[in-house]
């Protein structure tokens, strides 16, 4: 199995409750492809460099995981 980092942003407009579901969405996800999530770091909300869509910032998530290439 190959270590993998996944960085998501995910927009800022839900609330918390939203944020963690989808971050809970995302470990499914690795383990139905067969994967081991080793560690999720929710880092919230955070400026963004410059505007994506409109959106200032956003909710960081970084997921390191292992799975087969």
């Known amino acids: 199995m190959r270590k993998y980092e996944l960085l998501s ?24 492809l067969g994967g081991k999530v080793l560690s999720v770091d929710k880092t919230g909300r955070k400026k963004l460099a410059y505007d994506l869509k409109d959106f200032r910032d956003g909710y960081f998530s970084v997921h390191t995981f292992e799975l087969e290439p």
């Open 9 to 32: 942003v995910i927009k800022p407009n839900i609330d918390s409750e939203e944020y963690d579901k989808l971050v809970s969405k995302i470990d499914e996800t690795i383990a139905q």
